[in-house]
């Protein structure tokens, strides 16, 4: 549940209720009507290639420390999902890429997440742990650590990428990534050619 306190007027008076013309329940506050909407984050990233080779980061933090994944985190207010892109990847790997189109948008429901993968050229091999990684390193498709992923979405992407790439023509994917028991399935609404 939201806080207790109203946003707006401070009031202790946020209850959860259906508004007046809406379908979910919201928390409203009983003093001033100010309705809390909550809405999914999104999580910007990058398949960051140099050649053949693709750059994962090992991840120093939680959720899933010690598991591979690729350079991406939220979104931050005042900047676009380019900018979020690029600012993980040089935050979590010290690289600095060139965007190349978008790959894949991912919609995560039981995350409350949507994550946006963008195609990227490193501008040089060379690349060093960030804060929040162990270790980054380039691999090529063959020596992914697929077991060892740290994320369904970061899988789904990068066989999205890896199947364009071997077909000679990048598309946007689209899909959800749905939690059913213990497994993970991808509901892929469509590829859309650029």
């Known amino acids: 549940m939201h806080n207790k306190y109203c946003p707006r007027c401070g009031a202790a008076a946020m209850r959860a209720c259906v508004p007046e013309g809406d379908n979910r329940?919201?928390?409203?506050?009983?003093e001033c009507s100010y309705?809390?909407?909550?809405?999914?984050?999104?999580?910007?990233?990058?398949i960051a290639a140099w050649e053949d080779r693709v750059?994962?980061?090992?991840?120093?933090?939680?959720?899933?420390?010690g598991a591979w994944t690729l350079p991406a985190g939220?979104?931050?207010?005042?900047?676009?999902v380019s900018e979020a892109a690029q600012r993980e990847t040089l935050e979590e790997a010290n690289a600095h890429v060139e965007l190349q189109g978008l790959s894949s948008v991912l919609s995560v429901p039981y995350a409350n997440q949507v994550h946006l993968?963008?195609?990227a050229r490193l501008f040089a091999p060379s690349c060093s742990p960030g804060p929040e990684s162990r270790a980054v390193r380039l691999f090529q498709e063959q020596q992914v650590p697929w077991e060892e992923l740290a994320f369904?979405?970061?899988?789904?992407?990068?066989?999205?990428?890896f199947a364009d790439?071997?077909?000679?023509?990048?598309?946007?994917?689209?899909?959800d990534i749905l939690k059913h028991g213990s497994d993970w399935v991808l509901r892929e609404h469509f590829p859309v050619s650029p």
């Open 165 to 175: 790439r071997s077909a000679g023509r990048f598309q946007l994917h689209v899909g």
């Open 117 to 119: 993968m963008f195609r």
């Open 25 to 30: 329940n919201r928390a409203v506050c009983a």
């Open 74 to 80: 939220f979104m931050e207010n005042d900047e676009s």
């Open 55 to 65: 750059l994962l980061c090992l991840r120093a933090i939680e959720p899933r420390a």
């Open 152 to 161: 369904s979405s970061v899988s789904q992407a990068l066989k999205f990428y």
């Open 35 to 46: 309705i809390d909407y909550r809405n999914p984050r999104i999580v910007a990233g990058c």
